[in-house]
């Protein structure tokens, strides 16, 4: 269920003041994405107008600098020419490595979704919310991740589906958690009885959310 949370570290102001000749270029391969993202993000591939920054950047920078697919589509390939052109110095190459690596998990789940699908995955959106007299009333739940209730962040793995239940106080089973993302990424479930099945197929922050006046979410990081 686990993966490590990348760790983004990578500044385009910060790097300019880098005297290596590598850390310049991806300084310039950043501002050149920032750039064309003020225009329009619809033109880039899909899962990168989802993906947070500077996982955005990134991405969006590597197919303006290596892209070749006239759909405007992230590939493979792009990532391989990012992982051979760019040495970078090695206090910036875990974070390099690291947005490389959850970039290629993205697509790999982007490459599985009609596979999912097929077996049964639908879409789901959280509701929205409820009242302020109905979260005065709610009564309190918890949320479990493969059968976990821990209320630390869960770390999950892009493109591997993870089982999540609720409970209330009283161990009564709840509404099904639903994934919210806080910037608009598609989740995608199937359900199994008492237990559903999500599949995270784009980097970033989720909330699992209970549907109904009940206190009970759990925060995760899917890289």
């Known amino acids: 269920m686990s993966a490590d949370k990348p760790r983004l570290a990578i500044d385009a102001e910060t790097l300019k003041t880098r005297p290596e000749s590598a850390a310049r270029e991806l300084s310039r391969l950043l501002d050149n994405a920032r750039y064309w993202l003020a225009f329009d993000l619809a033109e880039f591939e899909p899962l990168l107008a989802f993906a947070p920054s500077p996982l955005r950047e990134i991405g969006v920078g590597l197919l ?3 892209g070749e697919d006239v759909g405007g589509r992230l590939a493979f390939e792009d990532l391989e020419h990012a992982q051979t052109g760019l040495r970078l110095p090695p206090d910036l190459a875990p974070a390099w490595q690291a947005a490389l690596s959850a970039l290629r998990r993205a697509l ?13 995955y639908r879409e789901v959106r959280a509701s929205g919310g409820v009242s302020a007299f109905a979260l005065r ?3 309190t739940g918890a949320v479990e991740v493969e059968g976990h209730r821990a209320g630390s962040d869960v770390n999950v793995a892009v493109g591997q589906p993870f089982t999540v239940r609720a409970s209330d106080a ?15 990424a598609p989740a995608w479930a199937l359900d199994m009885g008492p ?11 989720y909330a699992l959310e209970v549907p109904g006046p009940v206190l009970a979410t ?6």
């Open 64 to 66: 303006l600098a290596y």
């Open 108 to 120: 790999e789940a982007r490459e599985q979704l009609p596979h999912r699908l097929a077996e049964g």
């Open 137 to 139: 009333a709610a009564g």
């Open 170 to 184: 009283k161990g009564r089973p709840l509404p099904l958690p639903v994934p919210r993302s806080e910037l608009g």
């Open 195 to 205: 237990e559903r099945r999500v599949l995270l197929t784009i980097p970033g922050p």
């Open 218 to 223: 759990r925060q995760l990081v899917a890289s």
